[in-house]
């Protein structure tokens, strides 16, 4: 079976940092052809970071400079570090595979100011 498992989320106060997991399973998950979204209460989800491949990692706007994807390795599991957390970072995050279409069930972040 195919599946996608984010972990890592919590509740961390503005400044804070966490790492989120993304674990799969019946595939090989590495840094090509995969993102990062996130969907925060009341608004659509939208994209943290793509990654076409090691060397085309896209982030967005908002969090360029703070969040970094790793990941890749034979643990078959994807990393995101988020660093200098704000409020408006408070979302589910969900991890998502494009050429399988499969999304994980997420893991909530809450950034307390």
């Known amino acids: 079976q195919v599946q996608l498992v984010e972990s890592g989320g919590g509740l961390v106060q503005a400044g804070g940092s966490l790492r989120l997991s993304c674990v799969a399973s019946?595939?090989?998950?590495?840094?090509?052809?995969m993102g990062w979204y996130r969907q925060a209460p009341g608004k659509q989800r939208e994209l943290v970071a793509s990654?076409?491949?090691?060397?085309?990692?896209n982030y967005a706007d908002s969090v360029k400079g703070r969040f970094t994807i790793s990941g890749g390795n034979a643990k078959n599991t994807v990393y995101l570090q988020m660093n200098s957390l704000k409020p408006e970072d408070t979302a589910v995050y969900y991890c998502?595979?494009?050429?399988?279409?499969?999304w994980g069930k997420g893991t909530l972040v809450t950034v307390s100011s």
């Open positions: 019946g595939i090989v998950l590495g840094l090509n052809g």
């Open positions: 998502h595979v494009y050429s399988r279409g499969i």
């Open positions: 990654v076409a491949s090691v060397d085309k990692i």
